[in-house]
């Protein structure tokens, strides 16, 4: 790899011992890479929002830089001030900070109806002390009416206060580029990180792109449904092909890759490994 970038690392808060030393072990073992930085993510359940809390705490006590996210969705302003007044006391200075998923079977959806708003409050209630991501959808968000209204959105957010933003994750490195020339010519200029989710099975995957509107390209489908049950090799192709993503966008000069860990550090530390080889 010819040019030296930084790297971060997203987990979810567990809510098992076991979780929690798995959390731990693989936090340990990608602390290897010097990560700018280890994200964790939020539920908009009480049980959930206070393992994101606990797991930030664990990370930042080891002595590595733990970012927590923070959900508008049925979020109260006076919860989310209870929040940044925590993270405050705890010497945080860095969120991730979105609208979040609307739980199962909830219809009431808190004070905050669009990230820009939640990105509007930290500030008003914070000024400067956070640094703040929100997230970028380079093949847009599922729920965007059109493109052109997905890019309006994420420049409102930008101009409420975000600092820089992490995309959702993509396979076809052309999206992000088409989407940074988009953000070029409306104005937007904060660091755009590609988000990189590594391969652990097909079923997985596709839930997940499903969810957030990721495209996976039909030769890429084909090919991991060929694998059928033989994961070690699925696993192989999927590192081949996610460090050719990254080869491809580094190549372009991204100034960092965040990937999604699901809490694992195998793959990624392979990943992380082809790269550092070349």
């Known amino acids: 790899m010819a040019k030296k ?4 690392f997203e987990f979810f808060p567990p809510n098992t ?12 073992q990608l602390s290897v890479f010097s990560p700018a930085f280890y994200s964790v993510t939020f539920g908009a359940g009480g049980h959930t929002r206070d393992g994101t809390l606990e797991a930030v705490l664990r990370i930042k006590e080891e002595g590595f830089n733990a970012v927590p996210h923070i959900s ?5 302003k006076a919860e989310i001030k209870t929040l940044l007044d925590i993270y405050q006391q705890h010497d945080i200075k860095h969120l991730v900070t979105l609208r979040g998923d609307v739980p199962v079977g909830q219809i009431a959806r808190g004070e905050f109806k669009y990230a820009s708003e939640l990105v509007s409050f930290v500030r008003q209630e ?53 989407f940074m ?19 652990y099975n097909i079923k997985q995957l596709a ?11 039909r030769w890429l489908r ?20 996610i ?3 990254c080869e491809t966008l580094i190549a372009w000069d991204v100034p960092s890759l965040h990937f999604y860990t699901i809490n694992q550090a195998g793959i990624i530390s392979r990943i992380i490994k082809n790269l550092e080889s070349d």
């Open 17 to 28: 011992p076991e979780g929690i030393k798995n959390l731990a072990d693989t936090h340990r």
């Open 181 to 199: 020339d988009e953000c070029l010519l409306a104005d937007i200029d904060v660091p755009i990180i590609p988000g990189i989710m590594p391969i």
């Open 243 to 245: 460090s050719e993503l």
């Open 72 to 76: 508008g969705i049925s979020s109260t």
């Open 222 to 241: 084909m090919k991991l449904e060929d694998y059928g049950d033989d994961l070690p090799s699925l696993r192989s192709f999927g590192v081949d092909v």
């Open 207 to 217: 839930r997940f792109a499903s969810n957030c509107g990721a495209e996976i390209p």
């Open 5 to 8: 970038i930084s790297y971060s």
């Open 126 to 178: 914070t000024k400067d002390y956070f640094h703040i991501d929100v997230a970028a959808y380079p093949e847009y968000h599922p729920e965007a009416a059109s493109a052109q209204i997905d890019i309006k959105n994420f420049k409102k957010k930008v101009d409420a206060g975000a600092n820089s933003a992490i995309t959702q994750f993509f396979f076809n490195a052309d999206a992000y580029f088409r």
